[in-house]
């Protein structure tokens, strides 16, 4: 089946610690995207890539970190500089560069993530 | 003013009510608009574009009123299954790039 996989579902970690969230893809999308939901809050983008070794800044990249080396993976690195990570992460990824207002997205099914 | 908004919520609908949730955007430019379902503590999955001719999928009818800058969402003979969140999401025209921007969501409770 072709999809979007995030692992794992659930992680907690100490505060200080860098983390690092899965997000792979088999839809052969070539944009993906990385959001954080707050309880009670819309999607906030972090980073977006178009492309493999490519990737921009969203509205909220302070403390996060992404990599694109191949067009199925895009990992989210939450830092130590990132004040308040705990919260639900997103991704997501569309068929085309993000160069149509008509493509949609597809998302994964999520990680939480709890810093202690 | 918030690039895209809407009413929290929550609604709360008996089974068979029909209910209408609005979206309204504050870039004039935008191009493309959609409504996403998402249950609680999972993903968003795509509900149903919005076109300005409006569009119908069953007991769901999106509409755009360009106008007023609003599109609007309604369900008809709803179901307990319906009760959800749902996020309206618009696509602004920038330099050639197109990044969604998400509302923050209105939530409906479907009851017996």
């Known amino acids: 089946d072709g999809g979007i996989t995030q692992s794992p579902k659930y992680l907690f970690r100490k505060e200080g610690q860098n983390v690092t969230l899965s997000c792979e893809q088999n839809?052969?999308?070539?944009?993906m995207y990385w959001y954080r939901q707050d309880p009670g809050q819309g999607l906030r983008l972090i980073y977006y890539?178009?492309?493999?070794?490519?990737?921009q800044k969203g509205d909220i990249a302070e403390g996060y970190s992404v990599s694109r080396e191949k067009k199925e993976s895009f990992p989210l690195t939450v830092t130590s500089a990132q004040k308040n990570p705990t919260a639900f992460y997103l991704c997501?990824?569309?068929?085309?560069?993000?160069?149509?207002?008509?493509?949609?997205?597809?998302f994964g099914p999520g990680t939480r993530l709890t810093v202690l | 003013r918030k690039e895209v908004e809407q009413d929290p919520g929550p609604f709360n609908v008996p089974e068979g009510a029909t209910v209408a949730f609005n979206c309204t955007y504050s870039?004039?430019?935008?191009?493309?608009f959609f409504w996403y379902r998402q249950d609680c503590r999972k993903e968003p999955k795509l509900l149903m574009s919005?076109?300005?001719s409006g569009n119908e999928d069953g007991r769901f009818t999106a509409q755009l009123n360009r106008a007023s800058q609003y599109i609007s969402l309604l369900i008809r003979d709803s179901k307990l299954s319906d009760s959800a969140t749902y996020l309206c999401?618009?696509?602004?025209?920038?330099?050639?790039?197109?990044?969604?921007?998400f509302g923050r969501g209105t939530s409906l409770i479907v009851h017996p």
């Open positions: 997501a990824s569309s068929i085309q560069r993000v160069t149509t207002s008509t493509d949609t997205q597809y």
């Open positions: 839809l052969n999308h070539d944009a």
């Open positions: 890539s178009q492309i493999v070794n490519d990737f």
């Open positions: 870039n004039s430019a935008s191009q493309s």
């Open positions: 919005v076109y300005s």
């Open positions: 999401v618009v696509i602004p025209a920038s330099g050639g790039s197109y990044i969604p921007t």
